[in-house]
């Protein structure tokens, strides 16, 4: 059997290697375009930040051999020709054209099954201006390289970053580990665009804090400068940047795909079946450059991940070998961390389950990640959606200083099972104080969503609380103890504060018929305090969501 | 409506404060036989250990209110009488007689409802010599309190630990901390009786390396001293000591339930149905004092957690109130944090699997928890043990310095919603650099099962490696690079080594017809090597799984 893959990173070198496990006989060619092959470009913004020394780690196995040509040969006995493109696909005769990049001499190779794993690249927006020296995407260890000596000889003092994605966020870390001057432009009304906005905002908030200039809505127009960028103009200023890094998202490689005639998805990347079958039943396809379906919402995604690519390229292996596997599909599943927070999302978020029609409940939480008295706690906060109809959970998002990817982690193992939120409050998860609470923080999300369908609480997001703020009306009660407030509490001149241990003796200050929002650290006294407030014949009280904690507005201290 | 809980920590409580948030009208009485109510008890190692300074955070709320009775009659409305006990239960007259242990008067309370949460108590073998002084129970706070006075003031220098379950070995922990000689005394042939061998011998092979003393198949007869503890004699010897922590397990407090004829299971533990009823309606018990049922193999259990109460308390709440809740049921989940290893388990091991009789395959696997090139990384080790028939998992292991309890948590989550190694292989989970790399260990573990079923790989566990190892026919291959294997190696005096990148052009120096063992550091790369020489005409070649991370026995180096 002859197999040719046109793609020598992840899907394809993965599928390459299965293939080879299970078909010692088999003759396995990887075409690559580039030089490099499987390197770890998921590791450049720790490179450029300083936590990677050598960028050859990002190409070598755990153990510390280059992932080169000669390596999958020895090992593997693949065939890897780097710096070779394939140009054409001729499905009648089972050919691929492929051409030399170094001697520009064209030939040809028959397969039996092809692969194609031709990946993504990242956009270039056609701006006045954009081939200033010193404007880089993340992709390429040379890029990365460059940025990184720049920044040890002191050359960029100032960095424009465009794009507040997920390698947006990363690189804004990495920048800011240098002490240099960082801003991120972002065409949305918000950063990491796969957040509900809300979540979005403490994301900001933190990195404000952090010192880096956000700016969103807003849109760059042109680079300026002499040979070397110098100014980074956008609809609503000029900011000064003598760095700039491109991250505004990928694009799907697949004209060599199309011109071969095979379908294309509604999403513009190739469209392959279950089995990463393209219309052509010869023809595989695998990793960042074919579409996947939502498991959630059983949509079309474009959704590029490293990891996904791994899977894709199991699944091909098995199924050229005569298997009958499927790939089940992506929860859209992101993580980041961004300096000392860590953020994260998988299935449906709030704006997306509307848009798709569900009826749902969403419910935010923030709590410990562990013991309060363990010295290594940290805060989170956790939103879960769920099916109000079935009590299915259709996603969570999460972000904080604490372990965010351990609840994300098992929220996703839930959403690939069908669970509900009954499901996820009856997991018997480990406990142990080094680790987390007796009640871990994605139980107490589901509780609060249980209670919410029963009524016994009434929550409100921080965006709806903010505009019952502006409009006057409803009282803010915070009931935490007045030495809390003094070090932070709500931006709000008419706060009201009554501690959670007198509210039952002091009820007679708050006006019974009055819209009443319960505000506490992390929302758990607000609950308390809406329970006895509703005990005492009040109508009208709200829990703010998530406490103080994910409150994304101002904030004031003494 | 009348509610009387006898048992104030976790379950009580918990079942109070949900029955308040549902009937602000309820007459809600806890009973509570010490002074302390709701503590962390899990915390005391920690306080011990000297990562809290303070035992009285494990009595506070996270906002730094002190739950005691004023607190829980503030803001909860619930009557708790401490030092008090419940004498007897007449179901006949629904009365419950209470006795002040204060001024030993007795009264009586009427209930609708009755919850016992009575809790476990630490077990006291009656050796000779137990009521010596500095033999302590890791229970209460005072305890810890005289014990953590004793090291600050240098009272102490030899610790015996009599038993190395999760508090035995969380105190050699804390213990160590302190620089003194730290001795662990084991009846049982292995360290964490809850894990199978091979992984407790990884961890007692940790623990030496960290100085501990681990001594297993000991059993203590007595302790010698002059009022104060000087000497723990075993069956096999004696050994020093002037602190002597008794961590042997605990048993439930039954006798209230026994007395009033309610039904003891199985275990000795209280017998509950799903709606955590006994058998009586009217009376419902959980916590430490019931037993369980394990999800996975549906037997009955008795598996004390303060995660398991705390879900109990709010199944109890809502009964009681009118719900119709079940408690599904536990997986035995168990995690531990031991110096610089995390250790975990859940659902069944090995051991238990073939006890109940599963046609089962088990595979471990080692790994780093995240890129290699990340600064942060660390090695883990994880067994998965799956249904052989159905693919579904039956349970998981797991130990290293690396992030543990993550995966644990998935596979938790896996196994409640009857997950198989397709679907844990199948999880879009999470993946950044800072947290796991792009295959998480949890699908190499599940791919190495797949694997395993159809005979692409044959492995083989470390105990049957050595077996093989000491009779002498096997050879034992090891593919890593000579620098490696000056590093650490299996201490075997006819290791053959050829790295894998020259085993296709060296093969001939090994004999076909032989048995040969693959090794390396964590088993993917014998793996490789076991394809290699299967395709050279090799019939037996089997892989050490796990790689040397996971070989328990002795280890040389140069």
């Given at each position: 059997?002859?197999?040719?893959?046109?793609?020598?990173?992840?899907?394809?070198?993965?599928?390459?290697?299965?293939?080879?496990r299970?078909?010692?006989?088999?003759?396995?060619?990887?075409?690559?375009?580039?030089?490099?092959?499987?390197?770890?470009?998921?590791?450049?913004?720790y490179?450029?930040?300083?936590?990677?020394?050598?960028?050859?780690?990002?190409?070598?196995?755990?153990s510390?051999?280059?992932?080169?040509?000669?390596?999958?040969?020895?090992?593997?006995?693949?065939?890897?020709?780097?710096?070779?493109?394939?140009?054409?696909?001729?499905?009648v005769?089972?050919?691929?054209?492929?051409?030399?990049?170094k001697t520009?001499?064209?030939?040809?190779?028959?397969?039996?099954?092809?692969?194609?794993?031709?990946?993504?690249?990242?956009?270039?927006?056609p701006?006045p201006?954009?081939?200033?020296?010193n404007i880089?995407?993340?992709?390429?260890?040379?890029?990365a390289?460059?940025?990184?000596?720049?920044?040890?000889?002191?050359k960029?003092?100032?960095?424009?970053i465009?794009?507040?994605g997920l390698?947006?966020?990363?690189?804004a870390?990495?920048l800011?580990?240098?002490?240099?001057?960082?801003?991120?432009?972002?065409?949305?009304?918000?950063?990491l665009?796969?957040?509900?906005?809300?979540?979005?905002?403490?994301?900001?908030?933190?990195?404000?804090g952090?010192g880096?200039?956000?700016?969103?809505?807003?849109?760059?127009?042109?680079?300026?400068?002499?040979?070397v960028?110098?100014?980074?103009?956008?609809?609503?200023?000029?900011?000064?940047?003598?760095?700039?890094?491109?991250s505004?998202?990928?694009?799907?490689?697949v004209?060599?795909?199309?011109?071969?005639?095979l379908?294309?998805?509604?999403?513009?990347?190739?469209?392959v079946?279950?089995?990463?079958e393209t219309?052509?039943p010869?023809?595989y396809?695998g990793?960042?450059?074919v579409e996947?379906?939502?498991l959630?919402?059983?949509?079309?995604?474009?959704?590029?991940?490293?990891?996904?690519?791994n899977?894709?390229?199991?699944v091909i292996?098995?199924?050229?070998?005569?298997?009958?596997?499927?790939?089940?599909g992506?929860?859209n599943?992101?993580v980041?961390k961004?300096?000392?927070?860590?953020?994260?999302?998988?299935?449906?978020?709030?704006?997306?389950a509307?848009?798709?029609?569900?009826?749902?409940?969403?419910?935010?939480?923030?709590?410990?990640?562990?013991?309060h008295?363990?010295?290594?706690?940290?805060?989170?906060?956790?939103?879960?959606?769920?099916?109000?109809?079935?009590?299915?959970?259709?996603?969570a998002?999460?972000?904080g200083?604490?372990?965010?990817?351990?609840?994300?982690?098992?929220?996703?193992?839930?959403?690939?099972?069908?669970?509900?939120?009954?499901?996820?409050?009856?997991?018997?998860l480990?406990?142990?104080?080094?680790?987390?609470g007796p009640?871990?923080?994605?139980?107490?999300?589901?509780?609060?969503v249980?209670?919410k369908?029963?009524?016994?609480?009434?929550?409100?997001?921080?965006?709806?609380a903010?505009?019952?703020?502006?409009?006057?009306?409803?009282?803010?009660?915070?009931?935490?103890a007045?030495?809390?407030?003094?070090?932070?509490?709500l931006?709000h001149s008419?706060?009201?504060?009554?501690?959670?241990?007198?509210?039952?003796?002091?009820?007679?200050?708050?006006?019974k018929?009055?819209?009443?929002?319960?505000?506490?650290?992390i929302?758990l006294?607000?609950?308390?305090?809406s329970?006895?407030?509703?005990?005492?014949?009040?109508?009208?009280?709200k829990v703010?969501?998530g406490?103080?904690?994910?409150?994304p507005?101002?904030r004031?201290?003494?």
């Open positions: 059997m002859k197999v040719v893959i046109i793609g020598g990173v992840a899907a394809g070198l993965k599928s390459a290697a299965k293939i080879r299970s078909k010692p006989q088999a003759q396995i060619t990887v075409i690559e375009k580039g030089k490099l092959i499987s390197y770890g470009a998921c590791g450049i913004p490179y450029v930040g300083g936590d990677i020394d050598d960028v050859t780690q990002l190409m070598t196995t755990a510390g051999t280059v992932r080169n040509a000669d390596y999958f040969k020895n090992i593997k006995d693949i065939d890897v020709l780097t710096e070779t493109m394939a140009t054409n696909i001729d499905r005769t089972k050919t691929v054209t492929i051409k030399d990049l520009d001499n064209e030939s040809q190779l028959l397969y039996d099954k092809l692969v194609i794993a031709t990946g993504a690249t990242p956009i270039k927006p701006l201006g954009i081939d200033l020296a880089y995407q993340m992709w390429h260890p040379d890029d390289k460059a940025v990184r000596r720049g920044l040890e000889t002191g960029f003092k100032n960095a424009v465009i794009g507040a390698v947006g966020m990363e690189m870390e990495a800011t580990n240098w002490g240099i001057k960082v801003t991120v432009v972002e065409m949305k009304d918000q950063v665009s796969f957040l509900d906005a809300e979540m979005a905002a403490s994301v900001a908030q933190y990195a404000t952090q880096v200039n956000i700016l969103t809505e807003e849109k760059v127009i042109q680079f300026n400068g002499d040979g960028v110098s100014e980074v103009v956008t609809d609503k200023r000029s900011v000064l940047a003598d760095l700039v890094i491109l505004i998202g990928v694009k799907p490689n004209e060599l795909a199309r011109q071969a005639g379908d294309i998805g509604v999403t513009g990347a190739i469209s079946n279950e089995y990463l219309s052509d010869d023809i396809a990793g960042d450059c996947n379906t939502n959630v919402s059983g949509k079309k995604v474009f959704a590029p991940m490293g990891s996904t690519a899977k894709h390229g199991r292996g098995e199924n050229i070998c005569g298997g009958r596997v499927k790939f089940r992506v929860l599943t992101a980041v961004f300096i000392d927070f860590n953020i994260g999302k998988v299935g449906l978020t709030e704006r997306e509307k848009l798709l029609g569900y009826e749902y409940i969403a419910a935010t939480i923030s709590g410990h990640d562990r013991p008295y363990m010295p290594e706690v940290k805060s989170l906060s956790l939103k879960l959606v769920v099916d109000a109809k079935n009590r299915r959970v259709l996603g998002q999460a972000f200083e604490g372990d965010i990817t351990k609840r994300i982690d098992v929220i996703a193992t839930a959403l690939t099972l069908g669970g509900t939120i009954d499901d996820l409050f009856d997991i018997d480990s406990y142990a104080p080094p680790y987390n009640i871990d923080n994605v139980a107490v999300a589901a509780n609060v249980m209670n369908i029963v009524g016994q609480m009434v929550g409100i997001s921080s965006f709806e903010k505009k019952r703020m502006d409009e006057g009306n409803a009282i803010f009660l915070d009931v935490r007045p030495e809390e407030l003094k070090k932070i509490r931006a008419d706060l009201k504060n009554i501690p959670l241990g007198q509210l039952r003796e002091r009820v007679d200050e708050i006006d018929d009055s819209e009443v929002v319960a505000v506490c650290k929302g006294r607000g609950y308390e305090a329970v006895i407030l509703k005990g005492q014949g009040f109508n009208d009280v703010l969501e406490g103080i904690t994910a409150w507005f101002q004031d201290a003494d």
